[in-house]
């Protein structure tokens, strides 16, 4: 079945730096979706990404689709204490409602 | 902004008995999920529910769970004689289905399950 992996695991960032999780799927996705879930929370989305190759920002977020719509990766600018959560990818293959998260990437900021 | 709402927020069982969760999707929303999370893992899909019946389910929801939409607002899942290994949080999602596999999925807050 699909597989979605996401790297790093964990992160840990001085405030201010940048920031960067990676999300690879076994088979050709037909959309890509990025949530977030802070500690106790429940998923958040963020954005959807359907277009190969397609690029989104989010004010200091920045999403990329790959072209062969088989890797993801979230990109956030100057983290603040506020970005601390887990941010999960999760895609869906063509025709289906199933959405296959990745493992998330725990981000921690630290002030 | 509409939401989605779960109930109860945690539910402790003992180990055998029968616990049912539920959900009240955003209410113009056509199609309805169930994902659970156990602790410190990664979000895993169960089920999706359209027209009333099943569309698609992973290999997790096997025949110990069921999903039902009992009236016009609820939707609820089932588990029969609860495991330990049930422990997780239980998150119900719903989209409007316009957007096919395309739409955002909104979650619910969740329910802990604990099994003793």
């Known amino acids: 079945g699909q597989q979605v992996m996401q790297i790093p695991q964990y992160q840990h960032v001085q405030e201010g730096e940048d920031f960067t999780t990676y999300c690879n799927s076994s088979?050709?996705?037909?959309?890509i979706q990025w949530y977030k879930q802070r500690p106790g929370g429940h998923p958040v989305f963020l954005i959807q990404l359907v277009k190969s190759g397609e690029v989104k920002k989010q004010k200091r977020l920045t999403f990329q689709f790959g072209e062969a719509k088989k890797n993801s990766s979230l990109h956030i600018t100057a983290t603040q204490t506020t970005d601390v959560g887990t941010y999960f990818c999760?895609?869906?293959?063509?025709?289906?409602?199933?959405?296959?998260f990745g493992k998330g990437t725990k981000l921690s900021v630290i002030p | 902004e509409p939401e989605v709402t779960q109930t109860p927020s945690h539910q402790v069982t003992q180990m055998g008995q029968e616990v049912i969760l539920r959900c009240v999707p955003i209410s113009n929303h056509l199609y309805f999920y169930w994902y659970r999370q156990i602790l410190g893992q990664k979000v895993e899909f169960l089920v999706s529910?359209?027209?009333?019946?099943?569309?698609?389910k992973s290999e997790i929801f096997d025949d110990q769970f069921s999903v039902e939409r009992p009236d016009g607002s609820n939707f609820t899942l089932k588990i029969r004689s609860t495991k330990l290994e049930d422990s997780a949080m239980y998150f119900c999602a719903s989209t409007n289905g316009r957007g096919g596999s395309t739409d955002t999925q909104y979650f619910g807050p969740g329910t802990r399950l604990t099994v003793l």
């Open positions: 088979t050709t996705l037909s959309n």
């Open positions: 529910f359209y027209n009333n019946e099943i569309s698609e």
């Open positions: 999760a895609g869906a293959g063509a025709g289906s409602y199933q959405l296959t």
